[in-house]
């Protein structure tokens, strides 16, 4: 019996999409030259409303939708859910502060050394934030006793390098579409490379996770293996994740990775398809585990 459907898919997916954004949004510029961070409000603007889209999927997925201020009334350390919604409402927390001290700045009265470590702090509370909302995507669903999901530890390390691999698609395609390639080309053109390498981990712990399965011995693993690989889940999982969100993608992305993604249109291109397969990519994994590991 399924009992998490389409909605609990979109929002490890979204949760995933803001929380990797702003991951990698704030390393690339802990490590660029950039200081505008124009690069992590991006990672904002794009991760408030698919976090909030994120919560809406949760909350609908409960059956009693007026009832959810019960997630919000205690902590249950014991229940991932618990844990992870209160993870996303933070973040959402100190995503939206940020932004409202970014554009109130000029008009508070407060010293300006004084708002800009205030706005050091919470940066970096948004990123030890993040760590710990992606790693939930996947923790939610390896605490279950579901052989798919709890017959081995590489689930939360798999969501984790999915949310990052997503979400540094989506700071580069939006990078494109906005034309930031202008001012902060070296940059995206960075994290083009990172990101080959991200999803190159990825398939590597797909592979193991896949490989465990068969070989763990654990009831209804090697079943739940069979049908990911040969059964009902095979064409979204082959042609959906491994192929086009990660050999492709890793394809596009390798052979030009070492180009100016502004000077070109195959270049342009390239790296915006490869993207876009990354972040579905993301969300047709989710869809194969949260639903494979209920048949």
């Given at each position: 019996m399924i009992t998490w459907g389409y909605q609990i898919c979109l929002d490890l997916w979204l949760a995933g999409l803001a929380a990797g954004s702003y991951f990698?949004?704030?390393?690339?510029?802990?490590?660029?030259?950039?200081?505008?961070?124009?690069?992590?409000?991006?990672?904002?603007?794009?991760?408030?409303?698919?976090?909030?889209?994120?919560?809406?999927?949760?909350?609908?997925?409960?059956?009693?939708?007026?009832?959810?201020?019960?997630?919000?009334?205690?902590?249950?350390?014991?229940?991932?859910?618990?844990?992870?919604?209160?993870?996303?409402?933070?973040?959402?927390?100190?995503?939206?502060?940020?932004?409202?001290?970014?554009?109130?700045?000029?008009?508070?009265?407060?010293?300006?050394?004084?708002?800009?470590?205030?706005?050091?702090?919470?940066?970096w509370a948004g990123f030890f934030v993040s760590m710990l909302l992606m790693t939930y995507t996947g923790a939610l669903l390896a605490a279950s006793v579901r052989p798919l999901w709890a017959s081995t530890f590489l689930l939360p390390p798999l969501f984790v390098v999915s949310a990052i691999s997503t979400g540094a698609a989506i700071l580069i395609l939006t990078g494109l579409i906005t034309r930031m390639w202008k001012t902060h080309g070296e940059t995206i053109r960075r994290m083009i490379q990172a990101v080959s390498i991200v999803i190159m981990v990825e398939l590597v712990i797909l592979t193991v996770f896949v490989l465990w399965l068969s070989q763990s011995g654990i009831p209804g693993a090697n079943e739940s293996m069979k049908m990911l690989t040969i059964g009902m889940l095979a064409v979204p999982f082959w042609l959906g994740v491994v192929f086009l969100a990660i050999l492709v993608a890793f394809v596009l992305y390798v052979t030009h990775w070492n180009k100016k993604v502004g000077d070109h249109r195959a270049v342009f291109g390239a790296s915006v398809v490869s993207s876009v397969f990354v972040i579905f990519g993301g969300l047709i994994l989710r869809f194969v585990i949260v639903i494979g590991g209920q048949i």
């Open positions: 990698v949004a704030f390393l690339a510029e802990r490590f660029g030259k950039h200081t505008d961070h124009q690069l992590l409000h991006t990672a904002l603007y794009i991760g408030i409303p698919a976090a909030l889209t994120g919560v809406i999927f949760l909350i609908t997925d409960l059956g009693y939708p007026l009832r959810f201020w019960h997630l919000f009334v205690f902590i249950n350390f014991k229940s991932p859910m618990s844990l992870g919604s209160w993870l996303l409402m933070l973040w959402m927390a100190i995503a939206v502060l940020i932004v409202l001290l970014w554009h109130t700045r000029n008009r508070l009265p407060i010293k300006p050394g004084i708002l800009h470590r205030i706005m050091g702090y919470l940066r």
